[in-house]
T-cell receptor, first 111, second 113 residues
Framework: SQQGEEDPQALSIQEGENATMNCSYK?????LQWYRQNSGRGLVHLIL?????REKHSGRLRVTLDTSKKSSSLLITASRAADTASYFC???????????FGKGTRLSVIA | EAEVAQSPRYKITEKSQAVAFWCDPI?????LYWYRQILGQGPELLVQ????????DSQLPKDRFSAERLKGVDSTLKIQPAELGDSAMYLC???????????FGPGTRLTVT
């Protein structure tokens, strides 16, 4: 079963704008990760944030985690057409357990 | 850069037929996962291997699905007989033991007619 929900389900923005996606989950976690999936392809790992971290940056990506609200957000700054993809959050409760994914946010960046 | 390999990339089969998918994880990755992804949804775990042993197959429909990783390297997932509801993307992922980051293959898109 799905761990949680991404919000919004779909997002359409202009190139150069920022994109924010949210993720909520249900149970306690060890790590939360964000993955990107281009249409019909496998998933690509973007960033991992541990349960004791509140914010993490990687290039144009910024992830926040609020364990008290069981929620996370992914911010993509200065979006590009190549960022068009589905974005999934995934949680685990230890380092060697399966990931539990949300339903994803479909991002469209219009050039 | 090392990648997870999967084959075939696409498979069309008639219901009641048998199908098999193959996965070769990144060298040195002891943990291997098979996920199923229905269109518009996130992936859901089918089975997890640690080396050649099954760690979690609680979500694997064992009446028709089987998975093996005989030498602890590559893995095969089989469906027999296939049903219409099995149409989905089948994703293989691997990870180093004890780490959370998983590396995914390109997937096998199965269509059952």
């Amino acid at each position: 079963s799905q761990q949680g929900e991404e919000d919004p389900q779909a997002l359409s923005i202009q190139e150069g704008e920022n994109a924010t996606m949210n993720c909520s989950y249900k149970t306690s976690i060890n790590n939360l990760q964000w993955y990107r999936q281009n249409s019909g392809r496998g998933l690509v790992h973007l960033i991992l944030i541990r349960s004791n971290e509140r914010e993490k940056h990687s290039g144009r990506l910024r992830v926040t985690l609020d364990t008290s609200k069981k929620s996370s957000s992914l911010l993509i700054t200065a979006s590009r057409a190549a960022d068009t993809a589905s974005y999934f959050c995934a949680t685990d409760n230890s380092g060697n357990t399966p990931l539990v994914f949300g339903k994803g946010t479909r991002l469209s960046v219009i050039a | 850069e090392a990648e997870v390999a999967q084959s075939p990339r696409y498979k069309i089969t008639e219901k009641s037929q048998a199908v098999a998918f193959w996965c070769d994880p990144i060298s040195g990755h002891a943990t291997l996962y098979w996920y199923r992804q229905i269109l518009g949804q996130g992936p859901e775990l089918l089975v997890q291997f640690q080396d050649e042993s099954v760690v979690d197959d609680s979500q694997l429909p064992k009446d028709r699905f089987s998975a093996e990783r005989l030498k602890g390297v590559d893995s095969t997932l089989k469906i027999q007989p296939a049903e219409l509801g099995d149409s989905a993307m089948y994703l293989c992922a691997s990870s180093l033991f004890g780490t959370a980051e998983q590396y995914f293959g390109p997937g096998t898109r199965l269509t059952v007619t």
